[in-house]
């Protein structure tokens, strides 16, 4: 095996819902590799989530807007480190960039086959077992994390480690929003996004839920127009709304502070929702293009609920940024807001029978 590695570098740059899911990968390194110095190279908006992890040395800001400039400070802080183990959990060609650009003489990553440009596993000098085509993203994280960590006992940790002022911060934040058990929280899409759902029927999905149980709902900075828009629409003291959310360790202690109280989530295929489960939380996601065994909330038979339009349109699942159905994103338009209250008061029911 050689020498135990003394500075490892994590590279996952983006996006939130996978910078969560890598949770796991940092946890079962830090257990198997305690005397090492760790570090995380992730693009600045989601460095928040990671840098105070316990025993993170740093977090590594790499800005891509930058362009050259944002290459050069990555080189020079790469440097500073002096990996000389890289871990490359995202499997594209700009990971392995920067895998490369650390000058680790060992670098680790996915097979060949489940890189999305298989060209860019060319950067790695040793590769994990490869997996079914057809497995979940998680799946995938955790094969790379049992090849890194051989004597970790493979038991997935995706919390963030949050500390006891975090969490009470977090049920501070809960508790002025909304009082008492159960409810719903509900997370907005922008609907710029090809996942999202419209702002129309999460208005009428709110005020049905809001018959059974308080419901919060949040809308973080991309969002934050459309959340005021439905609090100005949506006047209903049973129906708290939390806007512009910002701060995602913030974030993650409200949903922590929600699962214990047994909320549910509803949301679309995003990072917010992945952070949700992560969380604790049981979610229900509106499922649009993606394949939501590949890319939904995990385990992808677990807890979780998933609602799709019946029936799905033929294109569906698919992974496009853009929609080019001629009657646009109906595998999500085609959802009705009484739809996700009826899923979610048989998840009440379900919760209140166990």
């Not at 079962?28 to 025993?55: C, M, Y």
């Not at 290459?71 to 499997?91: C, K, N, P, V, Y």
């Not at 097979?111 to 077992?129: I, Q, V």
Request: contains cysteine.
């Amino acid at each position: 095996m050689g020498l135990a590695p003394q500075r490892i570098l994590i590279v996952r740059l983006s996006h939130l819902g996978d910078v969560a899911q890598t949770l796991p990968l940092y946890h079962a390194l830090r257990a198997a590799h305690p005397t090492a110095r760790i570090a995380w190279a992730v693009q600045p908006e989601f460095a928040g989530l990671v840098e105070p992890l316990p025993g993170l040395e740093r977090a590594i800001r790499f800005d891509r807007r930058d362009g050259a400039r944002g290459w050069s400070r990555l080189a020079r802080e790469l440097e500073q480190f002096g990996a000389d183990w890289t871990i490359d959990a995202q499997g594209n060609v700009k990971s392995a960039l920067v895998a490369l650009a650390s000058r680790a003489p060992r670098r680790s990553g996915y097979a060949r086959a489940d890189w999305r440009e298989p060209f860019g596993a060319t950067s790695t000098t040793e590769a994990c077992a490869p997996g079914p085509s057809s497995e979940h993203a998680v799946d995938r994280l955790l094969r790379l994390a049992r090849h890194v960590a051989p004597g970790w006992d493979g038991v997935p940790r995706f919390d963030a480690a949050l500390s006891p002022a975090e969490l009470a911060r977090g049920e501070r934040a809960l508790a002025a929003l909304t009082h008492g058990a159960g409810g719903v929280l509900i997370h907005l899409s922008n609907p710029a996004d090809v996942r999202a759902w419209p702002l129309a029927r999460w208005a009428e999905a709110a005020r049905l839920a809001a018959e059974q149980g308080p419901v919060v709902i949040v809308s973080g900075p991309a969002e934050e127009l459309h959340g005021r828009a439905l609090e100005r629409e949506l006047r209903d003291p049973r129906v708290a709304h939390l806007v512009g959310q910002r701060g995602l360790r913030e974030l993650a202690a409200l949903f922590t502070a929600a699962a214990r109280r047994g909320m549910a989530f509803a949301g679309c295929d995003s990072g917010p929702l992945h952070l949700a489960w992560a969380s604790g939380l049981r979610v229900v996601l509106l499922a649009g293009p993606q394949d939501e065994f590949r890319t939904g909330p995990y385990p992808p038979r677990g807890p979780h609920t998933i609602l799709r339009a019946e029936p799905p349109p033929a294109c569906a699942p698919c992974r496009a940024r853009r929609c080019e159905h001629a009657e646009g994103p109906v595998c999500l338009s085609a959802i009705a807001g009484r739809e996700l209250d009826a899923a979610l008061r048989t998840r009440a029911r379900g919760r209140s029978a166990g």
